[in-house]
């Protein structure tokens, strides 16, 4: 039992470049989402998927696509890299999507833009 | 808009110190308070939580702190040790099933415990 894998651990991108962050589970979760990190914010919500073909915003969506085609993968997509998406990227899941679930982060994704 | 602030942004404690981190919150829904405790290349993981019905939660050596009617709430670490040595991010949350798991997060304090 792996819990939530992400993949790749470090990337570096040039600005207006596009990449797939992946995440995958495999504790049948149901509510996957992610996070970016910055110093000094914690955690802020990007997107999240509450089942299988179902997403929707987070607090901070601008720049990033998500889609959700099985229950255990939630890749996040950048279209076109920016220096402000420098930071590191949390997938978590929960069982369900019940607020006071805890929450299984993977152990991030470190991302440059150049 | 940050609904949950956190201080201090960082604390240094020795061994067997009691370092106490600080939350406070704005939204009245909230009713649900998770902390996360993070280690340095590695993601969150959740510590202990409480809901906002009980005043005060102990597991093991860390305690969390409610007050309702001030919105805040504190974790404490009694007899720390190295190995507490982490970032705690504190976090609020709707516990109903419509919230679909949006965590609002703190902004982090890093927590150095010396030998």
């Avoid at chain 1, 085609?69 to 997509?77: G, I, M």
């Avoid at chain 2, 040790?81 to 609020?92: I, K, L, N, R």
Wanted: charged letters at 15%.
């Amino acid at each position: 039992n792996a819990g939530v894998t992400q993949t790749p651990k470090f990337q570096v991108l040039k600005t207006g470049q596009s990449m797939t962050l992946q995440c995958a589970q495999d504790m049948n979760h149901e509510y996957m989402s992610w996070y970016r990190q910055d110093p000094g914010m914690g955690l802020r919500l990007i997107h999240y998927s509450v089942g299988a073909g179902i997403t929707d915003q987070g607090e901070v969506p601008n720049g990033y696509n998500v889609s959700r085609s099985t229950t255990e993968d939630f890749p996040l997509r950048l279209l076109s890299a920016a220096p402000s998406q420098t930071s590191v990227y949390f997938c978590a899941s929960s069982y369900d999507r019940a607020g006071d679930q805890p929450q299984h982060f993977g152990d991030g994704t470190r991302l440059s833009i150049l | 808009q940050q609904q949950v602030k956190q201080s201090p942004q960082s604390l240094i404690v020795q061994k067997g110190g009691i370092p106490i981190i600080n939350c406070a919150y704005e939204n009245t829904a909230f009713d649900y308070f998770p902390w996360y405790q993070q280690f340095p290349g590695k993601g969150p993981a959740l510590l202990i939580a409480i809901r906002p019905d009980v005043s005060e939660k102990k597991e093991g050596r860390f305690t969390i702190s409610f007050n309702k009617s001030a919105k805040q709430f504190s974790l404490h670490i009694m007899d720390s040790q190295p190995g507490d040595s982490a970032t705690y991010f504190c976090a609020a949350s709707k516990a109903g099933g419509t919230s679909y798991g949006k965590l609002t997060f703190g902004q982090g304090t890093i927590l150095t415990v010396h030998p």
